[in-house]
C-alpha cells in the first residue's frame, strides 16, 4: 500500500475511474439472467429489426436476437475469454522469464530468440493463425490470444531479474547455499513481480480488441454465441439498411470495456513505477534543481 499512498491524486482517480467501469462490466456478466430477461440467443417471439424501444432498449437484430442481451451476454464471454487467456500468458511467461533471466547461457539465448520471433510476429495475424488452426471454442480462443502475449511477460520479467540477480542480497543467499529455486522464488520473484498488475491490465484491454477481431473474422467462438465481434461482423450488412443499433452498442461495450482497462493499467504504472511516481510528486521543480545541481558541478570541474 506504501505506493499507492504516495502517489499523486491523478493516477489514483484514473485507477479508480478504470476499475469502476470494468466491475460495471463484471456485474453486468456476472447477473445478466437477473438483469434482463432475454438471453443472448433468445429468438421466439422477438421482433425482426426492431428500433429501440421499452421492450428492447437497444433493439434487436435481423435474425431476432435482443442485442441488450447480446451485450451483457457478451460481456459473460469476453472476461472469461480474456481472463482465461491473460492467466495462460502469465502462467508461462512468467516462470520462463524467471529462468532465463536468472541461469542465462545457452536456455537464455534459446528462449529469447523464440520470444522476439513470436514478438516481431504481427499479434493479430499471429491470433489468426493459431485460431485457424485450433478451430473455433471459447479455450481456443484463449489459447490464440495468449500466444500473443506470453513474450511480453516473458521479456518485461527476464530483464527485471537481470537487473536484480547481482544486487547484495542475492548474493548473499547464494552465500549462505540458498539453492537456486529458492532465490528466484523466495528473493528475486517478489522484486520483479510488481509490474505484472500494469501488463496484466494493459493486455486484457488489448485482448478484448483481439477477441472482437477474431469474431469478426469469423475466427472466433461458435454462432450464435454471444460475442461482439460476431454481431459487429453481422451489423455491417444492416447499416447499409439504415438500421444503426445493431453496430452501435456493442461496439460501446468495446470501447468502454477496453477503456476501463486501459485506465486502470495506466493508472498502476504511474503508481507502481518509482521513477514515473518520483516524477509526479516532485514535479518540475525538482527536476530543476538536480539540473541546477549537475550544472554547477560540472562548472566547478571547468574552473579548475
Known amino acids: 500500500m ?6 499523486g491524486r491523478f493516477p489514483r482517480t484514473v485507477v479508480w475511474i478504470g476499475a469502476g467501469i470494468t466491475l ?31 421492450g428492447h432498449p437497444f433493439g434487436t437484430t435481423s435474425i431476432r436476437f435482443d442485442v441488450l442481451g447480446r451485450v451483457l451476454y457478451g460481456a459473460r464471454l469476453a472476461l472469461e475469454v480474456v481472463g482465461l487467456s491473460v492467466a495462460i500468458s502469465v502462467a508461462i511467461g512468467l516462470p520462463l522469464g524467471l529462468y532465463a533471466g536468472y541461469h542465462g547461457g545457452w536456455q537464455d539465448r534459446s528462449l529469447v530468440m523464440v520470444m522476439d520471433s513470436l514478438y516481431a510476429f504481427p499479434g493479430l495475424l499471429l491470433a489468426i493463425v493459431v485460431a485457424a488452426f485450433l478451430g473455433r471454442g471459447v479455450v481456443n480462443a484463449a489459447v490464440a490470444i495468449s500466444v500473443v502475449y506470453v513474450p511480453q511477460y516473458f521479456r518485461v520479467i527476464r530483464n527485471h531479474v537481470i537487473s536484480v540477480r547481482e544486487e547484495v542480497f542475492v548474493d548473499a543467499a547464494r552465500a549462505l547455499g540458498a539453492r ?24 486484457a484491454a488489448d485482448a478484448i480488441i483481439t477477441l472482437a477481431a477474431l469474431g469478426f ?18 451489423a455491417i450488412h444492416d447499416l447499409a439498411s439504415g438500421v444503426w443499433w445493431t453496430a452501435l452498442f456493442p461496439g460501446l461495450a468495446i470501447v468502454f470495456l477496453t477503456t476501463g482497462l486501459t485506465l486502470v493499467g495506466e493508472g498502476l504504472n504511474d503508481i507502481i513505477n518509482p521513477l514515473l511516481r518520483r516524477v509526479g510528486l516532485a514535479g518540475t521543480p525538482a527536476l530543476g534543481q538536480a539540473g541546477a545541481t549537475t550544472a554547477a558541478q560540472e562548472t566547478h570541474v571547468i574552473e579548475q
Open 2 to 7: 506504501r505506493p499507492w499512498r504516495e502517489a
Open 24 to 54: 460495471a462490466f463484471v456485474i453486468f456478466a456476472i447477473f445478466a439472467p437477473f438483469i434482463w430477461k432475454y438471453s443472448g440467443t433468445d429468438y421466439q417471439g422477438i421482433p425482426k429489426l426492431a428500433p429501440p424501444s421499452a
Open 180 to 203: 537456486p529455486r529458492t532465490i528466484v522464488w523466495k528473493y528475486i520473484f517478489f522484486n520483479v513481480v510488481q509490474s505484472v498488475p500494469v501488463i496484466f491490465s494493459l493486455n
Open 217 to 234: 473474422l469469423g475466427y472466433g467462438v461458435n454462432p450464435p454465441t454471444p460475442e461482439w465481434g460476431q454481431d459487429l461482423s453481422r
